[in-house]
């Protein structure tokens, strides 16, 4: 059989194209890269055809073996209505992404992500280590060596107690993950604690905990909450050198017993997240209760806070400023979840609490 | 008898229609079409079993000769997969249906859950039955696009992730394929298996197998064998339990089950036998050794699965009528075992809140009907005697060591370290999460988790559900409020994405998994039967005159 060139080449071309899209992270870029390919692959199969014939025509008598061959061009149908069904579904997958995300990038396994992250974090320190070495023996390189050391573990600590979070997150990955933003609570650096993913836990509503159940509802119950999912290290590791979140880390997740396969979830929950809490007795980790608190002396002029997540890794994605980031006001602001003021004609009522940082409330004071 | 043949492919087709426009009303009324549809399935695939063993069963679907028609058969092979697979997903279908997962289906507008759930059926059934490439890519993509739905339902944030990955290497796979259709098509004129069957040995040497590895690459991205798995541990997870189990059990096999059929039937003479074997050595180690790395239940199960997987590519790599019905054997044995351990997975999520298991434990005090129901499919799998895994294993090396090749021999061995390290990572799993006492920080009966996996299954309703009092904070015994496990508790079911732990779970649940460790035990009872319906079996595949002639007569 004869098959024509043209349409070979074509089709070869529109496959490569489509595959190097395919190898891109947002998936709008990947769904065309699918459909360019299938198109490709569309022709490659028309091609198959070999050379036209005339029409099937019964009257005037026309020879069958020389019409068209249609068996491929019913395969050929196929194939268009098939990846017709599955580009739609790709695209309401990507929205929906877009719409708890406000990206529609397709991220890594987080089990991936640690792989990759503590591979180049030993690179780095293998690195440091090799440059200490070198350098003068004095106490300010010294120094300089072990924050820049500390910042590497604390990264990998931040991204090993992601990975437990991952695990059994609630549904309301911004809570989760991020927990409260230390700017919320800008009261200094104990109730700074918070930032940085150690709070924990329940729900991953700042303060709530079994006992303020219902007051830590609003905060998981936005449906479109964003959910910064898989930047968080990059996240914390920017406000690391402001606040003392990646010590809060660092004095709870030391005393996990080592489990097999190396994997040691920060368990999270029954360690102390409140800023200044004393840990309960009873959970696992009870060394904890007297720890002393390490401080990573904060960057100054000369020593620059390294920055954890450069730009092009994908944990940067959470810079890029996402809807969440430019609420609109609410029109229906209600009440104030807490502190619970009650609905005097002098207290103003404070707005729902949206997913911007100025907006988020304080917690109550027994658990300063 | 031959009308048959269509049926399993038609009965849920027409069942997913008749659920949708019940819709979300007439639960009750989707719930009865759902399991009476399947329950016909599973007849209709036991008399088709029994039928094909006197010759296979073949339907031209309008009376179109091939090539231009598609030819449905039922040989022994696709009768017994039928068959395993449709009790299989009856039984996760009873297990979903008493997890309440189709009724609480608050977020999306109409109940697709039962629907999805039986065009998955129908696609696996048609990739069973189909009797040419057109027709296997046809049912493929029926089954990929109702297990996008499944694997993404509720549309949460790292559902809609793993949902993404999963997509867009089936998409690669899908694509694949449909250049290797081409590339046939081309070439012989034909896409039917009968018809390539004769003209394959007309062909170049290069071309036939340039043809047979683009297959066995599209099959292996589907069956998840080592160099192209990395999807899976990624994206099974996180899927609500009773969809992972089906796709765990069911999905993988159908990639074996279209290598098993594709290598016997179209390229006899096994030329890329020795590359099978490497590819199936690779599984095997690398898959266990990444389940001895996990801590979480679901991954560790999803790495496990990849490392059997190496089994029946280790049979199907032999290619003699040893290694063949060793391979379907093990097919047989793993679809049940798999599907079982991932609703026991589910299971230990209800009652533990989690399955990551550093934080389950003490549960074989706790909840001794479930640590049986985890034991025994554990046993299984990990080759312990009488059950079906030792049986398979056994099937599988007497295969090995009788083919005599060095390669087969280090396959033997490596198929001897992977059983011994499946039984090392049962073994943590059981010591982890049933053996040792119950950790601090675990969640007491009662307590409302707010957990990703388990989407819309607020089981508050469920009056079969025996919860354990309401939520209190769990203290320890000083009165002191011991926080739970972090991450877990909250005091409110907010989005309704809740799950109560219960002291007991919903009964249908339990049946259901006993249903499917039943079935597993069921093996070993009818090992003799099994044997040697496997061996008919890989006899009529190597000889492939009997399907042949039944395609083709005039």
């Given at each position: ?22 190898l891109t992270r947002p998936l709008?870029r ?67 992404s877009?719409?708890?995300t406000g990206t529609d990038e397709v991220h890594d396994d987080i089990e991936d992500r640690r792989v990759a992250l503590r591979s180049e974090v030993y690179d780095r320190r293998?690195e440091l ?19 820049e050391?500390?910042q590497l573990s604390a990264r990998l600590r931040a991204d090993r107690a992601l990975q437990?979070?991952g ?6 990955l911004?809570?989760?993950i991020l ?17 940085g993913p ?29 959910a910064a999912a898989p930047a968080e290290p990059g996240a914390t590791g920017q406000e690391a050198p402001?606040?003392?979140?990646p ?57 620059p806070p390294e920055d954890p997540v450069p730009d092009g890794h994908p944990e940067a994605v959470r810079r890029r400023p996402r ?46 | ?160 992730r793993?949902?993404?990955t ?389």
């Amino acid at each position: 059989m004869t098959i024509s060139l043209a349409l070979l080449v074509t089709a070869t071309v529109l496959i490569a194209v489509g595959g190097v899209l395919l190898l891109t992270r947002p998936l709008t870029r990947i769904l065309l890269g699918a459909v360019i390919t299938s198109n490709g692959i569309n022709l490659l199969l028309l091609a198959v055809t070999g050379l036209s014939g005339p029409a099937p025509l019964l009257y005037p008598g026309v020879d069958p073996a020389s019409v068209t061959d249609p068996l491929p061009q019913a395969i050929t149908l196929t194939a268009i209505v098939i990846t017709l069904a599955t580009t739609a579904f790709i695209l309401a997958m990507a929205y929906r992404s877009y719409q708890l995300t406000g990206t529609d990038e397709v991220h890594d396994d987080i089990e991936d992500r640690r792989v990759a992250l503590r591979s180049e974090v030993y690179d780095r320190r293998s690195e440091l280590r090799s440059r200490y070495r070198e350098a003068d023996r004095d106490p300010e390189v010294r120094r300089r060596y072990r924050a820049e050391r500390r910042q590497l573990s604390a990264r990998l600590r931040a991204d090993r107690a992601l990975q437990a979070r991952g695990r059994d997150a609630s549904g309301d990955l911004w809570n989760d993950i991020l927990g409260a933003d230390p700017a919320d609570y800008p009261q200094g650096p104990e109730s700074g604690e918070e930032g940085g993913p150690e709070t924990p836990g329940p729900g991953g509503n700042g303060p709530s905990g079994p006992d303020t159940g219902p007051s830590g509802a609003p905060d998981t119950s936005a449906p479109d909450e964003p959910a910064a999912a898989p930047a968080e290290p990059g996240a914390t590791g920017q406000e690391a050198p402001e606040s003392t979140g990646p010590q809060a880390t660092d004095t709870t997740t030391r005393p996990e017993p080592p489990t097999p396969g190396g994997q040691a979830p920060g368990s999270g929950g029954a360690t102390p997240s409140r800023p200044g809490e004393t840990p309960v007795p009873g959970d696992d980790s009870g060394a904890t209760a007297t720890r002393p608190r390490r401080v990573v002396p904060p960057p100054d002029a000369q020593h620059p806070p390294e920055d954890p997540v450069p730009d092009g890794h994908p944990e940067a994605v959470r810079r890029r400023p996402r809807p969440q980031d430019h609420p609109a006001p609410d029109p229906h602001p209600g009440p104030a979840p807490y502190p619970s003021t009650p609905p005097g004609p002098e207290s103003a009522r404070k707005p729902y609490p949206r997913p911007g940082r100025a907006d988020r409330p304080q917690p109550p004071g027994d658990l300063r | 008898m031959n009308a048959l043949v269509p049926l399993p492919v038609l009965l849920p087709l027409f069942a997913t229609g008749l659920s949708l426009a019940a819709g979300i009303r007439l639960k009750r009324f989707q719930r009865f079409i759902s399991v009476a549809v399947l329950t016909a399935v599973v007849v209709i695939s036991v008399v088709l079993m029994i039928a094909a063993d006197d010759g296979p069963l073949s339907v031209h679907l309008g009376d179109f000769a091939p090539p231009l028609g598609i030819t449905l058969v039922a040989d022994r092979l696709s009768g017994l997969m039928l068959t395993v697979s449709s009790l299989v997903t009856l039984c996760v279908l009873v297990y979903s249906l008493g997890q309440g997962m189709a009724d609480k289906d608050d977020e999306t507008p109409l109940a697709v859950f039962h629907p999805a759930y039986l065009i998955l059926v129908a696609g696996i059934a048609c990739t069973f039955l189909a009797g040419d490439l057109m027709n296997l890519f046809v049912g493929f993509e029926i089954m990929l696009v109702s297990s996008f739905v499944l694997l993404t339902l509720g549309g949460t944030g790292p559902r809609i992730r793993a949902g993404s990955t999963y997509v867009i290497i089936s998409l690669l796979s899908s694509m694949i394929f449909l250049v290797a259709i081409a590339i046939t098509y081309a070439a012989t004129g034909t896409v039917n298996f009968a018809q390539l069957a004769e003209r394959f040995d007309d062909l170049s040497l290069g071309v036939t197998t340039l043809i047979q590895a683009m297959l066995l690459t599209v099959f292996g991205i589907k069956a998840a064998v080592f160099p192209v798995a990395a999807w899976l541990p990624d994206s099974y997870p996180t899927a609500p339990a009773p969809v992972t189990a089906v796709f765990a059990g069911l999905l993988t096999k159908v990639g074996v089950y279209c290598m098993l059929r594709t290598e016997t039937l179209l390229f006899p003479g096994n030329r890329l036998g020795n590359l099978l074997l490497v590819v199936a050595l690779a599984s095997m180690i690398i898959g266990i050794l990444g389940a001895v790395a996990q801590t979480d239940l679901k991954r560790l199960l999803s790495f496990t699965l990849i490392s059997h997987i190496g089994y029946m590519v280790f049979g199907i790599g032999l290619a003699d009528r040893e290694g063949i019905a060793g391979a379907i054997v093990y097919v047989v044995h793993h679809i049940t075992v798999q599907t079982t351990l991932f609703l026991v997975a589910g299971l230990i999520e209800r009652r533990g809140g989690t399955t990551e298991l550093t934080r389950l434990g003490g549960m074989a005090r706790s909840a001794p009907l479930l640590s049986l129901l985890f034991f025994v499919p554990a046993m299984n799998i990990a080759g312990i005697p009488p059950f079906s895994g030792f049986i398979g294993k056994l099937a599988l090396m007497r295969a090995g060591v009788d083919n005599g090749s060095v390669l087969a021999w280090v396959l033997v061995g490596g198929s001897t370290l992977t059983s011994l390290l499946t039984l090392y990572v049962i073994v943590k799993v059981w010591n982890l999460a049933f053996w040792r006492s119950e950790p601090p920080g675990q969640a007491a009966e009662g307590t409302v988790m707010e957990s990703q996996e388990d989407d819309a299954d607020a089981d508050d309703a469920d009056d079969e559900a025996d919860v354990g009092g309401p939520a209190v904070t769990p203290q320890d015994d000083q009165g002191i409020p011991v926080r739970p496990g972090g991450g877990q508790v909250v005091a409110t079911s907010i989005t309704g994405k809740a799950v109560t732990t219960t002291k007991r779970p919903p009964r249908t649940m339990l049946a259901a998994t006993a249903a499917t460790v039943v079935l597993g035990l069921s093996y070993t009872v009818l090992a003799g039967p099994l044997a040697a319906y496997t061996d008919r079996s890989a006899q009529e595949l190597l000889t492939r005159t009997p399907y042949i002639e039944e395609v083709l007569r005039p």
